[in-house]
Nanobody, 123 residues
Framework: QVQFVESGGGMVQAGDSLRLSCAAS????????MGWFRQAPGKEREFVGF????????YCADSVKDRFTVSRDIAANVLYLQMNSLNVEDTAVYYC????????????????WGQGTQVTVSP
């Protein structure tokens, strides 16, 4: 069984930066993309960004692409989300996940998830 553990969340002020990590362990899976999603209270899980296993290319949602960056450490089997210029609207639980489908933007296309890490941004 594969496991993903997110870390790095916390409470910050608007304008601050955070780097989230997602450590993978357990059995090896042939995922196509690993992605980050977020879910605010009362809202659906929202796509943030992903990285492709085949070529390491990344893609982020328009709402964050100028501030967030997805990366990975292949040797350590860790996925990262660098978040800069955070604002109140970024407050959410952030989840990492893995999908067998290339270019997966929808949460329903992801088969494996971590437990999430809370990010709270104050004004």
């Amino acid at each position: 069984q594969v496991q993903f553990v997110e870390s790095g969340g916390g409470m910050v002020q608007a304008g601050d930066s955070l780097r989230l990590s997602c450590a993978a362990s357990g059995r090896t899976i042939n995922w196509a993309v690993m992605g980050w999603f977020r879910q605010a209270p009362g809202k659906e899980r929202e796509f943030v960004g992903f990285i492709s296993r085949s070529d390491g290319s990344t893609y982020c949602a328009d709402s964050v692409k100028d501030r967030f960056t997805v990366s990975r450490d292949i040797a350590a089997n860790v996925l990262y989300l660098q978040m800069n210029s955070l604002n109140v609207e970024d407050t959410a639980v952030y989840y990492c996940g893995a999908s067998y489908y290339e270019g997966a933007f929808a949460a329903g296309a992801y088969q494996h998830w971590g437990q999430g890490t809370q990010v709270t941004v104050s004004p």
